[in-house]
């Protein structure tokens, strides 16, 4: 089946620690996309990639990176500078980047 | 100016009550429009495109004004499944989907 994988479901981290998030697409989609989503609010854009090895910052990339290296996968990194990643992570994808986005089921960042 | 803007609600109507949510956009030469559902602790999932001369999908209406800049959907007989958060997505140029914050509906027997 064709989709959007994002792993891990939940994952907790300690302060000061780096993670890296896991977003995989078998859609053959070009464009590929973060969101994070605090509760009760909308999406806010991290980072987005229209092509592979290039990406832009979207509205809140302090202290996230990215890498897109292959067209299929687009981790992100919480770096230990974000100061409240505690969120809920979304990745998705289109075709074009002005087609509809699919979405992963997301990731639940908490950190303990 | 926020790219994209919605109101958020909450929208508390009953069952069989038409409803209507309004989405204002700030990049004029925004070409795709969208409209998105979701539900509590879910990803967000497609519900519709907005066309320039409008599109109606069962109970859903979608218009685009792009005079005003805004976009607008419509829910007619609103049933409880339709119970949900709608987010409006604006294509904000340079193929960037930017999300308003959403509009929150309850629907109640």
């Known amino acids: 089946d064709g989709g959007i994988t994002q792993s891990p479901k939940y994952l907790f981290r300690k302060e000061g620690q780096n993670v890296t998030l896991s977003c995989e697409q078998n859609?053959?989609?070009?464009?590929m996309y973060w969101y994070r989503q605090d509760p009760g609010q909308g999406l806010r854009l991290i980072y987005y990639?229209?092509?592979?090895?290039?990406?832009q910052k979207g509205d809140i990339a302090e202290g996230y990176s990215v890498s897109r290296e292959k067209k299929e996968s687009f981790p992100l990194t919480v770096t230990s500078a974000q100061k409240n990643p505690t969120a809920f992570y979304l990745c998705?994808?289109?075709?074009?980047?002005?087609?509809?986005?699919?979405f992963g089921q997301g990731t639940r960042l908490t950190v303990v | 100016r926020k790219e994209v803007e919605q109101d958020p609600g909450p929208f508390n109507v009953p069952e069989g009550a038409t409803v209507a949510f309004n989405c204002t956009y700030s990049?004029?030469?925004?070409?795709?429009f969208f409209w998105y559902r979701q539900d509590c602790r879910k990803e967000p999932k497609l519900l519709m495109s907005?066309?320039?001369s409008g599109n109606e999908d069962g109970r859903f209406t979608a218009q685009l004004n792009r005079a005003s800049q805004y976009i607008s959907l419509l829910i007619r007989d609103s049933k409880l499944s339709d119970s949900a958060t709608y987010l409006c997505?604006?294509?904000?140029?340079?193929?960037?989907?930017?999300f308003g914050t959403g509009t929150r509906l309850l629907v109640s027997p």
């Open positions: 990049n004029s030469a925004s070409q795709s």
């Open positions: 998705a994808s289109s075709s074009r980047g002005q087609d509809e986005a699919f």
């Open positions: 907005v066309y320039s």
């Open positions: 859609l053959n989609h070009d464009a």
């Open positions: 997505v604006v294509e904000t140029g340079f193929q960037k989907l930017v």
């Open positions: 990639s229209q092509i592979v090895n290039d990406f």
